[in-house]
């Protein structure tokens, strides 16, 4: 199977419809980090299948949770999932924000590449970032737990915002009894680890 048919018969099973340029972008994308992977060492990921599951596959499970507000994405290391959300949905603003100067730079190559006029590469502490407006979401994907995630970034939600983040099994460790939750379960083609969504509101 072509890269391209398994990136999108793996979004068709999601229910995700891809255009022709989504596909495209969402691919060149994946060279890029594999590119870049040879000197920098974005991700642990080497071969471009791998990548279509792992990384695209994974960070576009999250869209469909997206809503129309300007986004950040904490901790976004190589841009996912924030990249892939810039790419599906053009008409959002969307903010990466990452401490590591490489992956930032990568980042901004990233948009500069693929023109995605509206994204934002932040090489910041979270902690400090104060941006002039607040977020209407905040995503992550591999940042922090959950009760660390929320105290790091609650001067960037805006009142009603709320949280997506992504988890593997081992959130169910984590303490969660003071949070209004919902937990989404979604599959992912060809991923065997079990994947969640947190959904989360904080006012």
Sequence with gaps: M????????GAEQMGI?????QVDQLLQYLELIIKWNKTYNLSAIRSSEEGIKKHLLDSLSVVSYINSGPLLDVGSGAGLPGIVISIMK???L????????KKCRFMQFAKTQLKLNNLTVVNQRVEEYQPENCFAQITSRAFAEVDKTLKLTKHLLCDNGSYLLMKGD???????????????????????????FLEIQTS
Excluded: C, M, W
């Design 94 to 101: 969307v903010t990466v924000l990452d401490t590591v100067g």
């Design 17 to 21: 419809e891809l255009d022709s340029i």
């Design 170 to 196: 081992h959130f169910a460790d984590e303490p969660l009894d003071n949070f209004k939750i919902q937990i989404h379960q979604v599959s992912v083609p060809y991923v065997s680890d079990r994947r969640y």
């Design 2 to 9: 072509t890269n391209k048919a398994l990136l999108a018969e």
């Design 90 to 92: 053009p008409k959002l």
